[in-house]
């Protein structure tokens, strides 16, 4: 498996901006799907934005146009720029990474709170 560790969450007032990172403990250069999900509170995890190897990138309709996800395989980190956040991004992040090789690995969270 590959280590995943999350940083960057906290607090925000609505409309501010956070950077979460992902921190992989192996190579991510060779992992093909690299994501970031949220759950919230008697939620299901849900998928936020999903990035197949630096090629293409997928986003939730929520947060289309909001949320940049990005990777930096020399550094082995996966990031997850957000902008304009609002009271329903309320949740704990997690980073994901799948694997032919490592399978499948998930960080232990990140909170993310946004209130004023």
């Known amino acids: 498996q590959v280590q995943l560790v999350e940083s960057g969450g906290g607090l925000v007032q609505p409309g501010g901006s956070l950077r979460l990172s992902c921190a992989a403990s192996?190579?991510?250069?060779?992992?093909?799907?690299m994501g970031w999900y949220r759950q919230a509170p008697g939620q299901q995890r849900e998928l936020v934005a999903r990035d197949t190897n630096g090629g293409s990138t997928n986003y939730a309709g929520s947060v289309k146009g909001r949320f940049t996800i990005s990777r930096d395989n020399a550094k082995n980190t996966m990031y997850l720029q957000m902008y304009n956040l609002k009271y329903e991004d309320t949740a704990v992040y997690y980073c994901n990474a799948n694997s032919v090789v490592y399978g499948t690995s998930w960080g232990q969270g990140t909170q993310v709170t946004v209130s004023s």
């Open positions: 192996r190579s991510i250069a060779s992992i093909i799907f």
